[in-house]
């Protein structure tokens, strides 16, 4: 079966510290994998994608197929990185997503 | 700014009660998607319609319709509401001119809650 599973629903780190949310998948396929986020009041928009290779905000994510891993990392947290994030795969691609349930991450001052 | 708007944004009916959610665009885009989100899990796919004239079921269609009644307008009906059904609902949309996985620009969403 196609899955993307999240397992925590909420990291708290703080300012400065390292930031990784895991995303893990489950696709017998070549998959196409995104990170959205959403910030307090704000829609949920697209943070990166595995296939542009480009850091966003300071995050990046590798995709892993040996490890069927797309966690998403940044070296020292900000506050403003406060959000709700959601690994996506994208099986048969024209954006039939599959959303994972998601991770809060906080950043404490 | 182009925008993609929900209404109603809150709703409140009863069981057996048909309900309309709206959606339009003003993106241009001529991909559109409707999304259930459920406490604790991810966004499902209801349906998708990539132009006018194609509607296709996601993976949750049971007990929803919709409707593409121009490029930048895509309803979403429950035909006879259940309490199951209450859930945050999205509406997105997408360019096939940046590439067939080209960025979601989702809505607001519309909370419904069935009674």
């Known amino acids: 079966a196609q899955r993307v599973t999240q397992p925590e629903k909420l990291l708290s780190v703080f300012k400065g510290a390292p930031v990784e949310l895991k995303c893990n998948y489950s696709y017998s396929g070549s998959p196409e994998l995104f990170w959205y986020v959403q910030y307090s009041r704000q829609r949920l928009q697209l943070l990166l994608r595995?296939?542009s290779r480009e850091s966003i905000k300071g995050f990046t994510a590798d995709l892993n197929k040996g490890e069927t891993s797309f966690h998403l990392k940044k070296p020292f947290a900000q506050e403003e990185d406060s959000a709700m994030y959601y690994c996506a795969l994208s099986p048969g691609g024209y954006n039939k997503l599959i959303f994972g349930a998601g991770t809060r991450l906080a950043v404490h001052p | 700014d182009a925008d993609v708007t929900q209404t109603p944004r809150n709703r409140i009916t009863k069981t057996g009660k048909r309900i309309m959610l709206e959606c339009s665009q003003t993106?241009?885009?001529?991909?559109m998607y409707w999304y259930r989100q459920d406490p604790g899990l991810g966004l499902r796919l209801i349906y998708y319609s990539f132009d006018v004239k194609d509607i296709n079921k996601g993976e949750i269609s049971d007990g929803y319709s919709v409707s593409r009644q121009a490029q930048a307008k895509f309803s979403l009906s429950l035909e006879s509401a259940i309490p199951n059904q209450t859930a945050l609902y999205f509406c997105?949309?997408?360019?096939?001119?940046?590439?067939?996985?080209?960025?979601?620009?989702f809505g607001n969403g519309t909370r419904l809650t069935v009674t």
């Open positions: 997105a949309t997408s360019d096939s001119r940046q590439g067939y996985n080209s960025p979601l620009h």
């Open positions: 595995h296939i």
């Open positions: 993106k241009g885009h001529d991909r």
